[in-house]
């Protein structure tokens, strides 16, 4: 896994103070009828950066991203956002057919199953050469020899034989590589990647983890992460925002929140994920499930859930609120010494 030193981490905020984010959410939310399935997510994506979006199926991370992408019935869905900037270009109200020109070339996608993902009816080399032919505006000819080149890129041995082969001819993770080609074929700006390892054993899953690190370094792209994994945070990603029941509770540096969480529910997540220098025979887990949409709490939505659970948590929903170098939790036991500059991350330590 990448490596992050301290020095570097410091390198890389000073650099992205004057940054304009790749991507930027502001208070983005999805309703299906009278349910809110997000609400008030904020994010922002840099650059040949990875930002880790995390939390437990259910909180709302590949919402958030259909919703970025417009791919929600929006006579069925109702989205809102105070912006939804990529590349600074706000995107909330694009057409159709202007959102079609984006997908593909500016941001991609993998999504989470790609044997779903994937059409079975149709060969490796047609479902990439389709994105090459609509988005390149190449030959068939051309587009079937960038084709070769891009399985050759993400490591698929024998090219040129496997785009004649269908989906089901392949093992899980040359199909997830096989999503990797598309979602990157025209070099996109922003790259999606939805529980990219998902279904895949562990030696698999640092491949294709590494692949889309090496991927990122040659063409430049930001990165949205979207794990329940604080592993695959800690060594790929540089910022995280932590997702639960439809919004973000917790956001930070990597350095900041493995170092210091502020949220309950991310001390749980950390908790409960097995420590890599020593042995244990039971992990911490956290009670309970995340509640559906429409059946939330009053006040903080982890309250049910949560061990310094006291009435004031019901009272009201607890604000993000800022503790200083881009760390922000909404929870209401810190409330005394938000926007104190904390203590300096060290993140070499949590490797």
């Not at 981490?9 to 992205?16: D, E, I, M, Y």
């Not at 029941?245 to 990597?254: F, K, M, N, R, T």
Request: proline share 6%.
């Amino acid at each position: 896994m990448p490596d992050h030193s301290e020095a570097e981490v410091q390198s890389t905020n000073a650099s992205r103070a004057g940054d304009t984010p790749l991507l930027s959410i502001r208070n983005l939310s999805v309703k299906l009828g009278q349910l809110a399935l997000v609400d008030g997510v904020s994010l922002d994506v840099y650059a040949g950066m990875t930002h880790g979006l995390v939390g437990e199926s259910g909180s709302g991370k590949s919402v958030t991203a259909l919703a970025v992408l417009g791919l929600f019935n929006r006579r069925q869905f109702q989205i809102r956002a105070d912006a939804i900037w990529l590349a600074s270009r706000d995107i909330r109200d694009l057409s159709e057919r202007e959102m079609q020109r984006i997908r593909g070339s500016e941001i991609s996608m993998i999504f989470q199953e790609p044997m779903t993902a994937l059409n079975p009816v149709l060969t490796i080399g047609e479902q990439i050469i389709e994105t090459l032919c609509v988005h390149q505006r190449l030959s068939r000819r051309q587009a079937r020899a960038e084709a070769a080149e891009l399985l050759a890129r993400v490591r698929i041995p024998a090219p040129q034989e496997r785009l004649d082969d269908y989906p089901h001819n392949m093992s899980g993770g040359m199909r997830q590589r096989v999503m990797i080609a598309i979602a990157i074929a025209c070099r996109p700006r922003l790259l999606i990647a939805d529980e990219p390892t998902t279904a895949l054993d562990v030696t698999i899953q640092a491949q294709i983890l590494e692949l889309l690190h090496d991927l990122q370094g040659e063409i430049g792209m930001g990165i949205l992460l979207i794990t329940h994994d604080l592993g695959v945070v800690a060594g790929y990603a540089s910022d995280v925002s932590v997702m639960y029941a439809g919004h973000v509770v917790e956001s930070a540096s990597v350095g900041q929140l493995f170092q210091q969480p502020l949220h309950p529910y991310t001390e749980g997540l950390l908790q409960s994920h097995p420590p890599v220098d020593q042995d244990v025979e039971t992990l911490l887990a956290i009670p309970g499930n995340v509640p559906e949409p429409g059946q939330r709490p009053s006040g903080c939505r982890f309250g049910t859930r949560c061990r310094y659970f006291n009435p004031a948590c019901a009272a009201n929903e607890p604000a993000l609120l800022n503790f200083g170098a881009r760390h922000h939790a909404a929870c209401i036991r810190h409330t005394g010494y938000h926007h104190a500059a904390p203590a300096p991350a060290k993140v070499g330590a949590l490797k």
